[in-house]
């Protein structure tokens, strides 16, 4: 069964980058038949895919977080990343990662349990 476990700071200021990481097990970023993504949902609204990187390592992202955004692997470690550049307090939020089905990135079968991020000076 495959579990998948967020990490990274809880405080960030604006302006600064945020970057966590997503630790992988019981599954293999490497595995053709699925993909990985991170989203995130801001206090009081709804759930935003933010991108994903597939089993080859290549990317994608939400237009509207593409100049923002950015999806890295390292497979020794079998953990994916994301950074977030330019932060607001509009981008406080919990951030999780998820397994997904490639092509339908914003359907996922297993999830972490979400790490929650504040944006604020």
């Known amino acids: 069964q495959v579990q998948l476990q967020e990490s990274g700071p809880g405080l960030v200021k604006p302006s600064q980058m945020l970057s966590l990481t997503c630790t992988v097990s019981g599954g293999s970023l490497t595995t053709s038949s699925y993909a990985w993504s991170w989203f995130r949902q801001p206090p009081g609204k709804g759930l935003e895919w933010m991108g994903a990187i597939d089993y080859t390592g290549r990317t994608w992202y939400s237009p509207s977080l593409k100049s923002r955004t950015s999806i890295s692997r390292d497979t020794s470690k079998n953990q994916f990343s994301l950074q977030l550049t330019s932060l607001t307090p509009e981008d406080t939020a919990v951030y999780f990662c998820?397994?997904?089905?490639?092509?339908?990135?914003?359907?996922?079968?297993?999830r972490g349990q979400g790490t929650q991020v504040t944006v604020s000076s």
């Open positions: 998820a397994r997904v089905t490639p092509g339908l990135w914003a359907r996922y079968d297993s």
